[in-house]
């Protein structure tokens, strides 16, 4: 019998999500006439009589499943059906992880009966939340001993046992089955901790949580792929809720998603499903592309056509991988790849975005048309990119920067102004933090004048050379009660203006405000007091940038999740601390940078900025985006190989066709190889004009950079270096 499934195979922008959209219209429109036997059995119909699809997705009102491998695909993926099919079918666009979370809180029910939970609504812990709590349950036995066997501190430690249950979960192995992997796996390595001890601590970290209704990503895809799936009841109500699915970009899917097909597929849905075999951008993050390969069995497989014609990938793809894997090959590359070649990478930065610079100014390029590509991007980097090409007017925009949300100035301040309203958080308060505050809340946003797009203009009433005077003679520390005293306290306080004199007093006279209200408990709780902060101080009436309200949008996030998980641990178990202990905890969580600033949603309303993208390998590739020009940075740095993420600790152990298998050097060598392949074919199916490598001798530590891709510099004809650009 001839499947209805679809199996669609390209390589980067060869029309795959097109073609997933062109095979959804076809199930739900008129005009698709199909005469297969499945439909015949399930409409009671002769043999061999044409049956419109549509019809029978239109009578038993299904729901269609879509699935994107990332949230913003997802995003794109389901605004294209809705419009395609003008919204008349009922689409559910997911990520799989979003997917299994919002099925296992959905029949949390049918889990609590079969696991004999407490009845209670669970509640899902972010990564940096789940960490902290390990962190307190594991800490009596991580002693000096352990973290010198594992290498590394207790931070990393923690994160790295935590990411092993993840992986576990995403191959379908049982939480008990750890152990006899890692085993098998790890084998006689002197260098690691027993696997034994770290099953056992991943055994009482997942019933803790469960005793406590506490979610992470890793128990969320367990419990959905150990007990949900095979649970009859749910089988039921699944495949009556969905008779079709699409995801797209299968490679990046972990493993158990191909149990969720199979199951559908078994009980009579049709798929389609879109596979890149030069993507896999997640593997070592717990996707299993070969898994997710063998669903091509079950359905008809269609194979699209290379990148499009504009993109540079069929042109140098093989080219290029030639020289990287065969270094001795005489080849010269042709004069659309070009090359910025420095000693050191302070002038790389500079030359780069000079050349950047240039292009744009000269109308050769526009800045939307322009990417710059890094296997990592540090704040050196980032910063002075950003600085140079802004000072010429260029904007330039960070995919996914997740930099800490406590980098910001107006969250560092929030929270001094917590410290110094509720008793006993004196000691994370001192005098720069306090200066700092006084600027931030005398801040005023103004809209410049007949100008429709320019960037908001920032005011302070209050600069820092007076909020440093204010500080100095006003703010008297104390570690119950720090406090800002009045202005006339300085003797020459009509050296501070009558602007800076007016703004502190508001400020001083709400801060006291807080105080007396929280000595009566009118506020109900911290979350409270930072909105109340944000309307009176931050707010103003203006239209914040939406860097700032994305950072408090997440502060405000962050502050009602950890508040949630600690009234959870309250209600089970009283913790023995002071009123204010959740407060002080929260404050260091935060300063120790553990928290980024990517609130929901994560892009901007409007039309795509004018702006150059600045991404890492990653990032750039997990957005799917295509541009005219490349930059690629640090062409020479040996992270090329590793696909600018790093591979979590024990990945290998856990892809369904070497489930627990020793990796070994040779392995490490040849999976190195294969993901610059795949690098260099995804990268120049993006790119349709022109690429930079972008080299410099040295790196920022001063060591010689002789990384994968140096036989690509070196093989360029056509070169910009120093002595050029002089």
């Known amino acids: 019998m001839v499947s209805h499934s679809v199996w669609i195979v390209g390589t980067s922008r060869s029309g795959k999500t097109a073609r997933l959209v062109e095979q959804f219209c076809s199930w739900v429109q008129p005009e698709k006439q199909y005469t297969e036997s499945f439909y015949t059995k399930k409409q009671g119909r002769k043999k061999g009589e044409r049956i419109p699809e549509f019809l ?154 469960l005793e406590r209704g506490l979610l992470t990503y890793g128990i969320i895809t367990e419990l959905y792929s150990q007990y949900l799936l095979s649970d009859r009841n749910y089988q039921q109500h699944l495949t009556k809720r969905y008779q079709a699915v699409l995801a797209d970009d299968v490679d990046d899917y972990p493993s158990v998603a191909r149990l969720l097909f199979e199951l559908l597929l078994d009980q009579g849905a049709v798929g389609a499903f879109s596979y890149n075999p030069d993507g896999a951008v997640r593997l070592g993050l717990g996707a299993d592309p070969n898994y997710l390969e063998g669903l091509a069995e079950r359905c008809r497989v269609e194979i699209l056509t290379g990148p499009p014609p504009e993109s540079l990938g069929e042109q140098l793809a093989k080219q290029m991988v030639e020289l990287v894997t065969e270094p001795m090959v005489l080849l010269s590359l042709p004069e659309i790849v070009h090359s910025i070649q420095t000693t050191s990478r302070a002038q790389l930065l500079r030359q780069t975005a000079e050349v950047i610079a240039n292009a744009i100014q000269s109308r050769q390029v526009q800045p939307e048309q322009v990417a710059i590509i890094a296997p990592g991007l540090d704040a050196i980097a980032r910063y002075t990119l950003v600085e140079i090409l802004v000072k010429q007017n260029i904007q330039v925009q960070s995919l996914n920067d997740q930099r800490p949300l406590v980098s910001s100035p107006v969250i560092r301040a929030l929270l001094t102004m917590l410290a110094l309203v509720y008793p006993g958080l004196g000691r994370l308060v001192d005098r720069d933090a306090v200066a700092e505050m006084l600027v931030v809340l005398s801040r005023k946003q103004q809209l410049p004048e007949n100008s429709t797009d320019a960037i908001n203009r920032v005011s302070t009433d209050i600069d820092p050379v007076r909020a440093g005077l204010l500080a100095d003679y006003c703010f008297v520390p104390h570690p119950d009660r720090p406090n800002l005293l009045p202005v006339s306290t300085f003797e020459r306080w009509d050296r501070i203006g009558y602007a800076a004199t007016t703004a ?96 929901y949603p994560v892009r901007s309303i409007g039309g795509a900025r004018k702006a150059v993208t600045l991404a890492t390998i990653f990032q750039y590739r997990s957005s799917r985006r295509s541009h005219r020009w490349h930059f690629w940075l640090d062409a020479g740095s040996p992270l090329w190989a590793k696909g600018g993420a790093a591979t979590l600790f024990g990945a290998p152990f856990f892809l369904r066709d070497r489930l627990g298998e020793p990796w070994t050097a040779e392995d490490e060598k040849l999976a190195e190889e294969q993901r610059l392949r795949r690098i260099l074919t995804d990268l120049l199916s993006r790119v349709s004009e022109r690429v930079y490598l972008c080299h410099s001798d040295l790196a920022v530590n001063g060591q010689e950079q002789l990384g994968p891709l140096l036989p690509l510099v070196n093989a360029c004809v056509t070169v910009i270096s120093e002595a050029s650009a002089k």
């Open 56 to 209: 029978y997705l239109k009578q038993t009102e299904p729901g269609v499943l879509v699935l994107a491998a990332n949230d913003d695909n997802r995003r794109e993926l389901g605004d294209i059906i809705v419009t395609s099919t003008l919204g008349k079918y009922p689409v559910r666009a997911k990520t799989p992880l979003g997917f299994f979370q919002d099925e296992v809180i959905l029949f949390w029910p049918l889990l609590i009966n079969s696991l004999n939970l407490k009845a209670q609504f669970p509640v899902r812990l972010r990564p940096e939340t789940e960490q902290e709590l390990a962190t307190k349950l594991w800490r009596p036995q991580l002693d000096e001993e352990i973290l010198r066997i594992a290498g590394v501190n207790e931070s990393r430690l923690v994160r790295r046992i935590l990411d092993l249950l993840q992986l576990a979960a995403y191959s379908g192995v049982h939480c008990e089955d750890i152990a006899q992997i890692l085993t098998r796996g790890l084998g006689e390595n002197p260098t690691t901790l027993e696997p034994e001890f770290l099953a056992s601590l991943l055994l009482d970290w997942r019933n803790w949580c």
């Open 504 to 599: 502190y007093s508001e400020i001083l006279e709400w801060l006291e405000q807080q105080r007396s209200q929280q000595e009566l408990r009118l506020i109900p709780s911290p979350i409270s007091l930072l909105d109340r902060a944000i309307v009176r101080f931050l707010w103003n009436g203006s239209n914040l940038p939406y860097e700032q309200l994305a950072a408090l949008r997440e502060l405000l996030e962050t502050a009602q999740h950890y508040w949630e998980i600690d009234t959870r641990l309250r209600q089970i178990a009283p913790l023995e601390t002071t009123p204010y202990t959740t407060i002080i905890e929260f404050i260091q969580l935060l300063r120790r940078g553990t928290i980024t600033a990517n609130p």
